[in-house]
């Protein structure tokens, strides 16, 4: 395996998640950080209105994040996640005009270019299967970049709070989180372009069709092998997404945080996140298997969510440690599974497939979030049954994980 190429690979996913974790605090608020509707809205048709604007980056994903993986397995990793890259570089500068103008549709627009581009995390995953000898290393590679993920949601959120701040500038605004995050995919662009080199060694001629995301849906849940692993990571995805995109509007209904400060939190979050996928799971990757961990860990991840909405502020504060560490272990041991059951020549397929059931999940979870907000007798309810949610249905996905078992012959797609 080429170290240098792993490394590169994890600066470009570390430097891609800096600019999503800059404006992940940010977006699920922005209609309560700026005046976006006319006088005679009610709060209900606001939250059915973020529950939209938050799915369209993951249903634009869903169409895209197929074509990106196939296209990548075509024309080479390189020139996908250069492409890529560029849309996540439109996409957020887009945002930021959208934010000044108080422009719905601009703000529609903008995640639905990212979202359409976004896939480069799964062609970078296709890399990393690319360069891995073996089904040990791919988990401890996964897991690396899984670290990646983390460390980008510490310095990502971390630098959303301060150009967020005007106390640290008057000229820092709800807009100057997604001007940086546009400045972070600009230099990735570039990092890749000079620094990347191509880790496909045989490149294939599929066709490519729109329905693509589709068919990757009924393969995923009706494959022999992989079925119950696709139906736990949906559920634990969809789960998940839930906390990721509604606990931002729980704090800030239930404990009233500031927007730089609810950033500040996520920074707290992604430390414990790089702790379990930048050491703890490579640490134990050699030793158990992947379907095994996560056996262990989904269900106590489960508890510690439901605990995070009973629980006061100071308490909080050990309870979310508890839960990051244990999801941690999610993302790189899923994808770690599928891939050490798929052939070499498949693994671009196979991990946009895993991208398109990721996609999904994310798709439906803020749009039936926004209408899970409007449930309850009050505001502060309304504001922890998303997370309910989201604890029941990683329950779920443990329950699926149970049954995973190791297909007899590994898959391909391309026989």
Not at 147 to 163: M, S
Not at 237 to 250: H, S
Not at 328 to 336: L, M, Y
């Amino acid at each position: 395996m080429n170290k240098k190429t792993l490394y590169i690979l994890f600066i470009t996913v570390l430097i891609n998640m800096i600019g999503l974790g800059i404006i992940i605090p940010f977006v699920p608020i922005i209609f309560k950080l700026k005046e976006f509707f006319p006088q005679g809205y009610s709060s209900h048709d606001i939250n059915i209105v973020l529950g939209l604007l938050l799915s369209a980056y993951p249903l634009a994903q869903f169409f895209g994040a197929p074509l990106l993986g196939k296209l990548s397995d075509q024309h080479g990793r390189k020139k996908v996640l250069s492409f890529s890259l560029l849309g996540s570089f439109i996409g957020y500068l887009l945002f930021a005009i959208g934010i000044y103008y108080s422009s719905l549709s601009l703000l529609f627009i903008s995640r639905i270019i990212d979202g359409f581009t976004g896939g480069n995390i799964s062609v970078a995953m296709a890399s990393i299967a690319d360069i891995s000898e073996d089904e040990k290393s791919k988990v401890r590679n996964f897991g690396m970049i899984g670290a990646a993920f983390g460390l980008g949601f510490i310095i990502g959120p971390a630098i959303g709070g301060l150009l967020s701040d005007t106390n640290i500038s008057p000229y820092f605004t709800t807009i100057t989180p997604f001007i940086g995050a546009s400045f972070f995919a600009l230099i990735n662009l570039l990092y890749v372009q000079f620094k990347l080199p191509e880790t496909i060694k045989h490149k294939l001629k599929n066709k490519i069709s729109v329905k693509e995301s589709f068919k990757n849906i009924i393969t995923a849940f009706s494959f022999p092998g992989l079925r119950v692993v696709f139906y736990a990571l949906f559920w634990v995805n969809l789960g998940w997404v839930l906390f990721e995109y509604f606990f931002q509007i729980f704090l800030y209904g239930k404990f009233h945080i500031s927007a730089s400060n609810i950033a500040y939190l996520f920074v707290y979050i992604g430390f414990w996140i790089v702790l379990s996928q930048g050491y703890i799971v490579r640490k134990i990757s050699n030793k158990i298997e992947a379907s095994k961990i996560l056996k262990f860990t989904l269900l106590p991840a489960s508890i510690f969510l439901m605990l995070v909405i009973f629980v006061n502020k100071e308490i909080l504060y050990f309870i979310l440690p508890l839960m990051a560490i244990f999801i941690g272990f999610s993302q790189p041991n899923f994808s770690a599974l599928l891939s050490e059951n798929t052939e070499k020549d498949s693994q671009g397929e196979i991990l946009g497939i895993r991208q398109s059931v990721i996609s999904l999940s994310q798709f439906i979870a803020p749009l039936a979030g926004g209408f899970l907000l409007n449930a309850g007798n009050n505001i502060e309810k309304g504001y922890q049954i998303p997370l309910i949610t989201g604890s029941l249905l990683i329950f779920l996905g443990w329950i699926f994980v149970l049954f995973v078992k190791t297909p007899k012959t590994k898959i391909s797609f391309n026989k």
